[in-house]
């Protein structure tokens, strides 16, 4: 168990460009979520996967991200056009199809800092 | 609507005193509960977590947790801690209803603990 990957681990970035964040899960999960951890706060749920689908996305993400799991493996986030309020923790999970009880196993993170 | 209430949000404690983090919970359905930690700059990791059964769960590195139906609560408690269990935690829930198993957290509390 190689546990859940991010990349890069910080990202540094002018306003009004583009990011895009990287996650490997666990490689027997087939779910894949995507949270959203400001300051001093607990993470916000962003987007869900089941394998390739992308199942559930939450009203946070707006029209400037965008997240795909090709193959249903490995994930991407991309945040078109930063704006100052998007610089926060964002946070990978996965977890083994099942039900809801299903612990989901973190990632460290990217942390996207926006000057 | 769901959420979760994190009634505090620093707990500082001396080495070796027991401690209780509280955390409360608002569903009109039936949830999962989860408690997290977080080590700084670091993703999360499990402590424990109650699907059913005994109301008493015990997690790793010594914390247990109690689920009140009744008072829609799960406080977390250790009953003697170490410098290194000075770190974020989290309290979560998932809906047992939820198709994606998605998880709401707490604003989280930070334990401070002393020498």
Redesign the interface.
């Given at each position: 168990d190689t546990g859940v990957s991010q990349n890069p681990r910080h990202k540094i970035t002018k306003r009004g460009q583009n990011v895009t964040f990287r996650c490997d899960p666990i490689s027997e999960h087939n779910r894949l979520y995507w949270y959203r951890q400001t300051l001093g706060q607990g993470p916000e749920f962003l987007t869900y996967f089941q394998n390739e689908a992308q199942l559930e996305k939450s009203r946070l993400l707006s029209d400037r991200f965008s997240a795909e799991r090709p193959k249903g493996s490995f994930s991407t986030l991309e945040i078109q056009r930063t704006e100052q309020g998007d610089s926060a923790m964002y946070l990978c999970a996965s977890s083994q199809t099942g039900t809801a009880n299903q612990p989901q196993h973190f990632g460290d993170g990217t942390r996207l800092s926006i000057l | 609507a769901q959420s979760?209430t994190q009634l505090d949000s620093q707990v500082p404690v001396f080495e070796e005193a027991p401690v209780e983090l509280r955390c409360n919970y608002s569903s009109s359905v039936s949830v999962?509960l989860?408690w997290?930690v977080q080590y700084p700059?670091?993703?999360?990791?499990?402590l424990l977590?109650y699907?059913s059964g005994s109301t008493l769960v015990k997690g790793i590195n010594g914390f247990e947790a109690e689920f009140n139906k009744s008072q829609t609560s799960f406080h977390l408690r250790k009953p003697s801690v170490h410098i290194s269990d000075t770190a974020e935690y989290?309290c979560?829930v998932?809906?047992?209803?939820?198709?994606?198993?998605?998880?709401?957290?707490?604003?989280?509390t930070t334990l401070q603990v002393k020498p």
């Open positions: - | 979760v999962y989860f997290y700059n670091q993703g999360l990791q499990l977590k699907l989290f979560a998932s809906l047992f209803s939820s198709n994606t198993g998605k998880l709401i957290f707490g604003q989280g």
